[in-house]
């Protein structure tokens, strides 16, 4: 039922003669500009004019997201990065990558580990099924699926759309980095002192209908967290893009929930002609602060 959101992987249109015209020429006119970056700001506003794409970013507005970017890590950059944990708890990467992009998270060639939720998009039930039963049987429907060229969970439709490396020969090497990922997780959860916080983000097209169902997950998810992390420091904060927990009133009181039900819709954080935009340079911002705060508050915890 979740693989809705993989619509266009299995409805993709017929590309019309007059389209593919249109993607030849474009490739012609900006085969030749260089730097990279430049030749492919080009290559989607042609795009957005030919009318294969939507509008992107200006250079204007990708200049302004990127130096407040690199004032917020340079105002940092004393900190302590490696004195807690962000771990993401999915329903996608958001929780991983734009906490590293902020400089808040270290980045792997830091030496920061990964974890099973970091890179793959999983369905909020079975995020809190794996973490309650220590990811009991998780590798049983293991299969390639040829349409979404990606390896997969079958039965639990968690898809692992970042490896990109692995092709229908890759089970060895998917079962064996995953596996790792998951060891990773489970030494934070058991045995780290340092504090940690677990981020969620929630995505309606990856969890149940039923609200009061979606607070009970959430709920068993926040309970996993307490059993497997005991007296250690630890904080779970939601971050709802879309609004719509701000119905969601069973929550645990502990569990911090971001809602912004103000964002226009709809929000891609990864896409550049979203993300760069003035509204999503607004919500990263608010992101990362509200990060920065709860990390503030768990090291001053945590030293008393």
């Known amino acids: ?23 030849t020429l474009i490739k012609f006119l900006v085969f030749w500009i260089f730097p990279a970056q430049l030749r492919r700001q080009a290559k989607r506003r042609l795009k957005y004019w030919f009318g294969l794409a939507a509008e992107p970013e200006s250079l204007w ?16 950059k004393n900190n302590d990065i490696f004195a807690y944990k962000i771990v993401s708890l999915g329903c996608n990467c958001f929780p991983r990558t734009v906490p590293t992009l ?9 030496g920061e580990k990964g974890c099973p939720f970091d890179l793959s ?21 293991l299969a390639y699926h040829p349409q979404l060229r990606s390896w997969w969970i079958a039965k639990d439709e968690i898809v692992y759309c970042h490896e990109d490396d692995c092709n229908e020969n890759s089970r060895n090497t998917i079962i064996s980095r995953f596996s790792e990922r998951i ?22 097209l990856m969890a149940p209908d039923d609200l009061n169902e979606v607070c009970r997950l959430f709920n068993q998810i926040f309970a996993s967290l307490q059993q497997y992390r005991q007296d250690r420091t630890f904080r779970f904060l ?32 990864h896409e550049p002609q979203c993300r760069y935009k003035k509204s999503g340079l607004k919500f990263e911002q608010d992101f990362i602060r509200n990060i920065q705060k709860i990390i503030n508050e768990m090291m001053n915890t945590n030293t008393h």
């Open 183 to 204: 060891d990773n997780l489970r030494e934070i959860l058991k045995q780290d002192t340092k504090p940690a916080l677990f981020i969620s983000y929630f995505n309606p």
């Open 61 to 76: 507005e990708r200049y302004i997201a990127d130096k407040t970017r690199k004032q917020f890590i340079e105002a940092h």
């Open 121 to 141: 998009d999983n369905p909020l039930p079975n995020i809190a099924k794996y973490l309650q039963n220590d990811f009991d049987g998780y590798f049983d429907t």
């Open 238 to 269: 939601i971050v709802d893009t879309s609004g719509v927990l701000n119905n969601c009133k069973g929550l645990h009181q502990d569990i911090k929930l971001l809602s912004y039900p103000w964002l226009p819709q709809p929000y891609v954080w």
């Open 1 to 23: 039922m979740y693989l809705e959101r993989y619509a266009h992987a299995f409805n993709q249109p017929k590309k019309e003669l007059s389209a593919k015209f249109k993607k």
């Open 102 to 110: 902020w400089g808040l998270k270290p980045r792997k060639k830091q």
